[in-house]
């Protein structure tokens, strides 16, 4: 790694974005050692957050299929590590193993492909070693689908399995409690703005940026806020777009953006990752906004990737601007879009934020799967489906964010009416969450 780039990631992991005739100064004034003074006279001031997971750069792979092999292999050891914990998944056994002693058997294995039988089920399921057919009842395999870690009880016959039990990674431990901070601050999230589109609510983002500089109603207490993605409404994200813009170039989407965030206090924070509507590629994980973007904005903004994991005064929230919630709407029967905290608890179940490959989400082939759920966040965010809704879901609270955009002709079509303009503020030390509408 050259001196330039070393000392970026060291600014940057503390929180402090800079241009590059910053970087050539401190590179002129000693490089890393001046870097390091640097970051010792700002301790003197106090630091409530910290990035735990967030990228400004994916190392790109061939794209081939060894790079796919190599993330679902990745997939599969970081869920199957989850599932091990677990008291009702013991004494596991690889699939090869299974195949050749008959008996009772617990696996951990990935569904490659679902098949509807006459008496239930029909499935291939895959670990490391091999791969094994398996049968279940309707009520057993109805939730089950292609792309799931599951741990499976069941028996062998004749290199056959039949399943009795199902388990999945989810949240093992269902009397956790919802983390309440010692704090009086406060953090808002938000999402999908939308700025440079037609149906960008322009006055009641005012309106909301006027309340949080008056001080009114517990105002002055908020610290942070979080924006959980499509930052813009961008350029050629869909056929005909240009009608719906009103401002067709994307950087002036973003300097207009910057020029409305500008006028937040100074003393709050604001934490920003990139939707399927901003600068960055489509495929997932997306990198944080690159510096071309950053620097129509202020010093008190911090870019993030989707997905990414911070921790605010103690409190670990898990954001994600939510593209795969449009797969569960294919893949679960009886799933609507108005059941947003839904769709996130079959997230948290399968511990991957986008576990369904070949659907609506393209992946990124890496070496890692940064989309894999190590830990279970003390709050989960999402947006992109322009619902509001929330939920305590066994001590991790999961909100789907409000969106700043009013009803779109191809939601008219689809007779889809969103939730906007409801800010959803998070006490440190209140449990939940207080709504506000600006509408």
Not at 55 to 79: C, M, N, P, W
Not at 93 to 117: F, P, Q, T
Not at 152 to 169: A, W
Not at 354 to 362: D, M, Q
Request: aromatic share 10%; hydrophobic share 40%; glycine share 6%.
């Amino acid at each position: 790694m050259n001196e330039k780039k070393e000392i970026l990631e060291m600014l940057w992991k503390n929180g402090i974005i800079a241009t590059p005739s910053e970087v050539d100064k401190i590179i002129r004034n000693g490089g890393i050692t001046h870097a390091l003074e640097l970051l010792n006279s700002k301790d003197k001031e106090e630091k409530n957050y910290e990035i735990i997971k967030s990228r400004d750069v994916f190392e790109a792979t061939a794209g081939k299929v060894d790079s796919f092999k190599k993330l679902f292999q990745d997939r599969y050891v970081k869920i199957r590590k989850i599932l091990q914990s677990r008291i009702s998944i013991s004494s596991v056994v690889d699939i090869e193993y299974a195949k050749k002693n008959d008996g009772e058997v617990s696996i951990i294995g990935m569904v490659l492909d679902k098949r509807e039988s006459k008496y239930g089920f029909v499935f291939d399921i895959e670990d490391l070693s091999g791969k094994i057919v398996a049968f279940s009842d309707q009520n057993t395999g109805k939730e089950i689908l292609p792309d799931d870690i599951i741990g499976i009880k069941g028996y062998v016959r004749n290199g056959k399995l039949t399943i009795k039990e199902v388990t999945y990674p989810g949240i093992d431990n269902i009397n956790r409690k919802e983390k309440i901070i010692n704090s009086e601050n406060g953090a808002v999230f938000i999402s999908d703005i939308h700025v440079g589109s037609k149906m960008f609510l322009r006055e009641n983002f005012t309106r909301f940026i006027e309340w949080l500089n008056s001080g009114k109603e517990h105002a002055d207490k908020i610290k942070y806020i979080i924006i959980a993605g499509d930052l813009v409404d961008g350029i050629g994200i869909y056929p005909n777009q240009e009608k719906d813009l009103e401002l067709d170039d994307i950087y002036d989407q973003y300097s207009d953006l910057a020029n409305i965030l500008s006028k937040v206090r100074e003393d709050i924070t604001l934490f920003l990752i990139p939707g399927n509507h901003d600068l960055v590629r489509i495929a997932e994980p997306q990198p944080a906004l690159g510096s071309d973007v950053r620097s129509f904005f202020n010093k008190n903004v911090v870019f993030l990737s989707n997905p990414s994991y911070i921790s605010i005064e103690g409190l670990k929230i898990l954001l994600y601007h939510g593209s795969s919630l449009n797969d569960l709407l294919d893949l679960v029967k009886g799933m609507k879009l108005e059941m947003a905290d839904k769709m996130m608890i079959e997230l948290i179940k399968r511990r991957h934020l986008s576990p369904f490959y070949g659907k609506n989400v393209p992946v990124v082939p890496l070496e890692e799967d940064f989309m894999v759920i190590e830990e279970i966040p003390d709050l989960f965010v999402t947006g992109h489906i322009h619902v509001h809704k929330k939920l305590n879901y066994y001590g991790t609270l999961l909100l789907n964010a409000s969106t700043w955009q009013k009803q779109t002709e191809y939601q008219k079509m689809h007779n889809f009416n969103p939730d906007p303009c409801i800010v959803s503020i998070k006490y440190l030390n209140r449990p939940g969450f207080i709504d506000l509408e600006f509408k």
